[in-house]
């Protein structure tokens, strides 16, 4: 696995990513999904990256910074991320984590959330194995 690169998004990863994304819930991607996508690739401020391997996209993390929200500093949030499942367990996500956490470091960013289901064990421990723990905010909700 050391022929992997990891690189900022493109706007042109876009159905690269939505095809991973779907291959991992299992249905097909929403189109605002890939818009959402190709935002971020074109945000300055969002920090998206891809693990690519023999020039394929294999795997994509998406985050962004957080200015004065409900009382924290700034901060990042990781919105989602995904490795395709040929390539899972492998470190892939890991790496992604690790050089976007190397980044918001030097751009003196502290603080890193971001929110996973209750009942998603396989993201929770992948989460805790980056050195997340729970934090004091609640995710609330409410049905329109």
Not at 91 to 117: C, H, N, P, Q, W
């Amino acid at each position: 696995m050391e022929n992997i690169r990891i690189r900022e998004l493109e706007a042109s990863d876009t159905d690269d990513i939505a095809d991973i994304y779907a291959s991992i819930v299992r249905k097909p991607v929403d189109p605002d999904f890939k818009a959402l996508i190709e935002k971020h690739a074109r945000t300055e401020n969002d920090i998206c990256y891809v693990a690519e391997l023999d020039s394929r996209v294999i795997g994509f993390m998406i985050s962004y910074i957080l200015t004065f929200g409900f009382g924290i500093e700034k901060s990042a949030w990781i919105a989602t991320l995904g490795v395709d499942p040929e390539f899972m367990g492998q470190g892939i996500g890991d790496r992604l984590a690790r050089e976007i956490f190397k980044l918001y470091k030097r751009m003196g960013i502290s603080r890193v959330y971001t929110s996973v289901r209750w009942d998603s064990t396989d993201l929770l421990s992948f989460f805790k194995t980056l050195g997340f723990d729970r934090s004091k905010f609640i995710n609330l909700k409410k049905e329109l």
